[in-house]
Each structure stands twice: as structure tokens, then as C-alpha cells.
């Protein structure tokens, strides 16, 4: 099946520092991207939707100067965390869209992020 | 508005045993489509199946089965003849049609198999 890549799997940054989060579509052109959080213990948020040579289109409360995302190919798309503090530390999990419509979606292994 | 609900936050079963995790969504749309997702404690997402709104066959894959039914709003998951390596973070999901596959995930039910 289609693979979806993240990169980094797991960051410790500093408090203040911003950090950035690939994904790539590694077989198939991804015309769209979704970017979700989960605190631990808890359920996947979805914070953003990448389009590829767009905005993207945020979720309602999530603050769209310090999460930046840029979708600038079909295959890769990235998460900045700017200016990172502990409360930002969490999981971050992207996933891609196959094709129009309804195409499957997969998922990537998501990247673990520790503001210290 | 959409919205999942896995009422049950943990589940804990001996190894063999068979065991059904619950999932109940709410949408007003009539195109859309459901999700199963295993997290194991690595962090990623192993998809499962997705169903959609006019297709409530019952479906089984190996030990897994899932009951689709609309006039209930449910899609529920059984695991026959449970392992420890079922041991998992299960999510259902819902994604409408007409907002491009977008997820709005349930709280998730903690699946413990034990020996």
C-alpha cells in the first residue's frame, strides 16, 4: 500500500525554539494533507488541512502564526512549530490523501515533540 | 454537527476471550464514511477498514467483524478469540463526504488483552 513518511519521529527542542515537521508521500502524489495533534491519552485533533499550492485551512482555535504549515509539492507538505513551549510538546500525526474526492488516505507514523 | 462516541474509555479481557468495542457517530449528511483505526503503543495508525453510508453489510476480516448499522448510528468492532498482541488504543472515525476527508475521531477505547 501507499506509505506516508514523517520525519522527525520523535524532537526535544528548547522552549522558544521552532521545529519543523515533514511529510512526504513517498508513492503517490498527495494533493491534500492533514495534520492532526494528540495529547497523550488522548483522541487525534485535526489542526490543519494542506493544499497543495494553497493556504492551508485551519481548525477552529488553532493559532495559524505558530502553526505553520506549507504544502509547496504534491508529495511533501510541513509543520513549523514556532517559538515552541512545553504546552506545545505532543504528537503529531500527518496523513495523505490518494487522488480527489474520497481517495484512501494514509497515515504517517507521527512525530513525537518535546518542548523542554 | 459530526461526532463520534466511544463510550468505553478502557476494556481489559483475558487472551481468548471475545470482546466488542462500541462506536456510535452522529452526522445529519447522508454520504459519509467510517473508520477503524488500531494505535498500538509504538504511536502510528494502523488502518483497519472504512465502510461507507450505503454499504451495511456486515464485513469480517480473520478474528475481526464489524456491525454496521444506520438506524442506530453504530459501527461497532469485535475481536473473536482475543490476543495479547490485540493489546491497542482503538479509534473509530468519521469522515463526511463533502469535506474531503477530514476525520473527526472518537475518544478512543484502551483495549488490554491479558495472558
Known amino acids: 500500500g501507499a506509505v506516508v513518511s514523517q520525519h522527525p519521529s520523535w524532537v526535544i527542542c528548547k522552549s522558544g525554539t521552532s521545529v519543523k515537521i515533514e511529510c512526504r508521500s513517498l508513492?503517490?502524489?498527495?494533493?491534500?494533507m492533514f495534520w492532526y495533534r494528540q495529547f497523550p491519552k488522548q483522541s487525534l485533533m485535526l489542526m490543519a488541512t494542506s493544499n497543495e499550492g494553497s493556504k492551508a485551512t485551519y481548525e477552529q482555535g488553532v493559532e495559524k502564526d505558530k502553526f505553520l504549515i506549507n504544502h509547496a509539492s504534491l508529495t511533501l507538505s510541513t509543520l513549523t512549530v514556532t517559538s515552541a513551549h512545553p504546552e506545545d510538546s505532543s504528537f503529531y500525526i500527518c496523513s495523505a490523501r490518494e487522488g480527489q474526492g474520497t481517495g484512501e488516505l494514509f497515515f504517517g507514523e507521527g512525530s513525537r515533540l518535546t518542548v523542554l | 454537527a459530526q461526532k463520534v462516541t466511544q463510550a468505553q474509555t478502557e476494556i481489559s479481557v483475558v487472551e481468548k476471550e471475545d470482546v466488542t468495542l462500541d462506536c456510535v457517530y452522529e452526522?445529519?449528511?447522508?454520504?459519509?464514511?467510517l473508520f477503524w483505526y488500531k494505535q498500538p503503543p509504538s504511536g502510528e495508525l494502523v488502518f483497519l477498514i472504512r465502510r461507507n453510508s450505503f454499504d451495511e453489510q456486515n464485513e469480517i476480516s480473520g478474528r475481526y467483524s464489524w456491525n454496521f448499522q444506520k438506524s442506530t448510528s453504530s459501527f461497532n468492532f469485535t475481536i473473536t478469540a482475543s490476543q495479547v498482541v490485540d493489546s491497542a488504543v482503538y479509534f473509530c472515525a468519521l469522515s463526511l463526504y463533502n469535506q474531503g476527508g477530514k476525520l473527526i475521531f472518537g475518544q478512543g477505547t484502551e483495549l488490554s488483552v491479558k495472558p
Open positions: 452526522t445529519r449528511d447522508t454520504t459519509y464514511y
Open positions: 508513492d503517490f502524489q498527495a494533493t491534500t
